[in-house]
């Protein structure tokens, strides 16, 4: 089972890792059946991004509430506008 996915348009162009069983694994420790369908998907995503270390997903992913925390961490900085170069901050 390893699938290619294509680059992430929503993710502002963010390329993601093959899907494979070891991240399979990582996934389905995180993931709950009550879950909203858009949240496992995003958390999908969230584990396959490329430019994180490898390590992070692994060290999230035993912890529901650490990956939950750096989810929600993800997705607002996906909704966040792009700082202003000419901004004083």
């Known amino acids: ?5 294509k680059t992430l348009r ?3 162009g963010e390329p993601l890792r ?3 069983a070891d991240s399979d694994l990582l996934v389905t420790q995180v ?5 909203a369908a858009l949240s496992s998907i995003l ?4 584990v396959h991004r490329e430019k994180i270390d490898r390590a ?4 999230l992913c ?3 509430m650490k990956f939950r925390a750096g ?8 909704s966040a506008p792009a700082p202003d170069a000419n901004s004083l901050s």
């Open 18 to 20: 093959p899907y494979t």
């Open 43 to 46: 958390g999908l995503v969230f």
């Open 31 to 35: 993931l709950d059946r009550t879950d």
């Open 10 to 12: 929503g993710g502002k």
């Open 71 to 78: 989810l929600l961490e993800w997705i607002d900085s996906l």
């Open 56 to 59: 992070q997903p692994l060290e």
């Open 1 to 5: 089972m390893n699938f290619q996915f």
């Open 62 to 64: 035993w912890d529901k």
